[in-house]
């Protein structure tokens, strides 16, 4: 082969990889295990761009190294094939999900063998395959059929609970539970009916039905999660969302709170991702507290974390949703009540608790007694009060908290100073508190913040009016999804209405075929039109997009098992993944789902591990490298980038695909689009240069770049190398063209060490100098330091810097290269194998032995020192490690050159800095 043929390279020895399925994965006990995974992509229509394989290099090179590193190593991919993008499609042009899906899946797959992925495809699983979401389906009834003993920190069976109810009630029971389930004997429970006694198992099921403010978009007549709403419309098509009451499956993810937090500490996981997940789940020491309210048979609860500032409460404010909301409200202020509950309550949670600026209330006309002081304090409505975090009900203390603050100035209400200190986020510059801990309040006077809370708790038990509690600010999730193309919940309903979950036998219940993929004209979803699921009375909603996401993972492990999720031996050897990368966007949805099902999956016996991801690496985004031509105000002229100034020009994106080096190509240009066609140009020195400028990778700004652009142009290989080179992989970075060159000459001068001007391979079995081996071993250790500590853009200019440093030694040496290659291989995999393979070897690198870095390589035997004579570097003179300073000094003195520079002096003082300098003062 004359040249570097990269294509012929890279195609030939990604066939043979697939031939010999040298990346299958078996349970190979003989071996150490190392388990890679990418999270999986969602099949989108448009294919990958260059920012997505990011993350998936990172992961195979890790994966490469630690297969020749002795590992047997299990790195998978699938994709996350169901969900909302595919059923859009379908309403628009009437074809099937399953259709476009199946071509977006082969458009994906495609693009990802191109670049020479190490993946296991053998395990490849896809989220809407029956038998995938067969197992979906199961955990769901799993979770139906289990609640949380609070005593045992576990998921146990919904027949065990049954069996204490029957003996001796549930006055024992300590479980995570409905907050309104009644306390019954033995008795009680024996003469409830069956429907009765279901409804009450739905309290406890960890799985349930119940009456939930949800986010609901009529446009795409489904619910949507908080995460999934951005000012008050959907992420995704940017429809109005309105917040409303549904009958909801719902997941009781609050009975592991305390499992999800304290298993943050055991897992190597970007700070900030960790904080993410604290902040969502809110564990708040506190008390709940309960204020009568004046004049009618009601009361607030209030969770606070700071009971002992009741005495400054000077207003309640309660959620836009709370169920008393009209029974507060008197009649004269109706009107403007409901106005204010329509616009607050169809704000999105996560709207309402990120705006701190706005400030918006209504008055209910009512009044609760401060039961600290029997003082009178008026009822409010506020947005910022959320139904699900507490009680939906906040005791306002204006002068230690912001919000609180903001609101008694907007609506002129007291401000009853504090002490300041922990917990306040007031400050002297508003207003200058009084000393001791409350005004009004002696009992509390004189204590340090925790001991005045202690102190109230037990005033509001002894006198029965609250008591000490824990509480989080997660909520419980919403599990249905009002729409087509997902699991299919695999419930019927009796004739009361009560849910019935299919057995174990029944599951998959497939997703049936429909004749439209849009709710029925009744506003059923769209599995409302199917005669089949509608007779037999089946559950119409779907699961969320998380579902099927959510333990993945483990199918992986053991993804052709029909009997089990996955079997026993497989899981107990993979056990948990050992790295998983992806992006922080999935910090409080994906990452904390799948944490919570783990767990479950722990109790009830089905995997050994607590946590799921043992580490985890979020990529920084690869943004897109824009690049503008400069129109002249009414006219089809462009300036180019130096000389818009002149002119009165607007900046247009232009496609980054016909600009190279910010040099346009303005025939390309002129066929770029038809209102482009009559163009010209004003140039400088010949060329247009276009401007740039760094942003997002959007179709809509044409700075997207195919990797199979690239691919095409430069080689799988150049890609790999020069996305990891790019930056470090956490890091934000924007993609640059530009610089790849750098990074494919790197590559050829590679195969031009191995081959000689002719195109033949010119390798020497001689031994190698000394300088060879310092090159190669100083490349070893680096490289490998790198990868075991993920930073792998430093490793790339490791290799650059070793082979410049061979080329000048004119090294051809089999013992050098052969070692570099290995080393190369898991970044640059095609030419590594196919060098490797020219060196005569008969079997894939991939089975060859890592090379173990020798420390004598790089222990040196001598310093050039540099000789300073009164403060000039004149000499420079390599000598012995081994002399001591006397003997550098005579050495230095009997030295020709140095002699020269002394004319004949004595020098008044050596200096000798042990391998720094000599100094000579005349």
Known sequence: MADYNFQEIEKKWQDKWEASKIFEADTNQSKPKYYALDMFPYPSGAGLHVGHPLGYIATDIVARYKRIKGYNVLHPMGFDSFGLPAEQYAMQTGQHPAITTEQNITRYKEQLKKIGFSYDWSREVRTSNADYYKWTQWIFTQLFKHWYNKDKEKAEPIVDLIKIFETSGNKSVNAVRDEDTPVFSAEDWKKLSERAKQEMLLKYRLTFLSETMVNWCPELGTVLANEEVKDGV??????????????????????????????????????????????????????????????????????????????????????????????????????????????????????????????????????????????????????????????????????????????????????????????????????????????????????????????????????????????????????????????????????????????????????????????????????????????????????????????????????????????????????????????????????????????????????????????????????????????????????????????????????????????????????????????EFILEDGKYICGSEVEKMSKSLYNVVNPDDIVAKYGADTLRLYEMFLGPLEQFKPWNTNGIEGVYKFLRKLWNLCHDENGKLNISDTEPTKEEYKALHKTIKKVEEDIERFSFNTSVSTFMICVNELSSLKCNKKKILSDLLIVLSPYAPHIAEELWSEFGNKESILKATYPAFRQEYLTEESFEYPISINGKMRVKLDLPLSLTNQQIEETVLSNDQVQKWLEGKAPKKVIVVPNKIVNLVI
């Open 234 to 679: 959907s992420e995704r098509g940017g429809y109005p969302v309105i917040r409303k009451k549904m009958l909801q499956w719902s997941m009781r993810i609050t009975a592991y709170a305390e499992r999800l937090l304290a298993g943050l500490d055991t897992i190597d996981w970007p700070e900030p991702m960790k904080e993410m997940q604290r902040n969502w789940i809110g564990k708040s020491l506190g008390a709940e507290l309960t204020f009568k309210v004046e004049g009618k048979d009601l009361e607030l609860k209030v969770f606070t974390t700071r009971i002992d500032t009741t005495f400054g409460v000077t207003f309640v404010s309660i959620a836009p949703e709370h169920e008393l909301i009209s029974e507060l409200t008197t009649p004269n202020l109706k009107a403007e009540v409901e106005k204010y509950v329509e616009t607050a309550k169809n704000r999105s949670e996560r709207d309402r608790m990120s705006d701190v600026k706005t400030v918006s209330g209504q008055f209910t006309g009512s009044y609760v007694i401060n039961p600290f002081n029997e003082e009178r304090i008026p009822i409010y409505i506020a947005d910022y009060v959320l139904s699900g975090y507490g009680t939906g009900v906040v005791m306002a203390v204006p002068s230690s908290d912001t919000r609180d603050y903001a609101f008694a100035k907007h609506f002129n209400l007291p401000i009853i100073p504090v002490q300041e200190g922990e917990g306040s986020d007031i400050t002297k510059d508003d207003f200058d508190p009084k000393k001791g801990t409350m005004i009004n309040s002696a009992f509390l006077n004189g204590l340090t913040v925790p001991e005045a809370i202690k102190k109230a708790i037990e005033f509001i038990e002894q006198k029965g009016i609250g008591k000490a509690k824990i509480n989080f600010k997660m909520r419980d999730s919403i599990f249905g999804r009002q729409r087509y193309w997902g699991e299919p919940i695999p419930v019927s309903y009796d004739n009361d209405g009560m849910p019935v979950i299919f057995k174990d036998s029944e599951l998959p219940l497939i997703l049936p075929p429909i004749d439209e993929y849009r709710p029925t004209e009744a506003g059923d979803p769209p599995l409302g039109r199917n005669k089949d699921f509608v007779a037999k009375n089946i559950e119409l909603s779907t699961m969320p997009g998380w579902a099927g996401s959510s333990w993945y993972y483990l199918r992986y492990m053991d993804p052709k098992n029909s009997d089990r999720l996955v079997g026993k031996e497989a899981e107990k050897y993979w056990n948990q993944v050992d790295l998983y990368i992806g992006g922080a966007e999935h910090a409080t949805g994906h990452l904390l789902y799948s944490r919570f099902w783990n767990k479950f999956l722990k109790d009830i016996g089905y995997v050994s591990s607590e946590e799921p991801f043992a580490k985890l690496i979020n990529q920084g985004m690869i943004q897109g490298r824009s690049n503008f031509v400069y129109r002249i105000k009414g006219t089809q002229k462009y300036a180019s980038y130096n000389l818009r100034k002149q002119y009165d020009t607007t900046p247009l994106h232009v496609d980054v695909n016909i600009v190279n080096n910010d040099v346009l190509d303005t025939e390309a240009f002129k066929a770029w689009r038809p209102d482009f066609a009559e163009a």
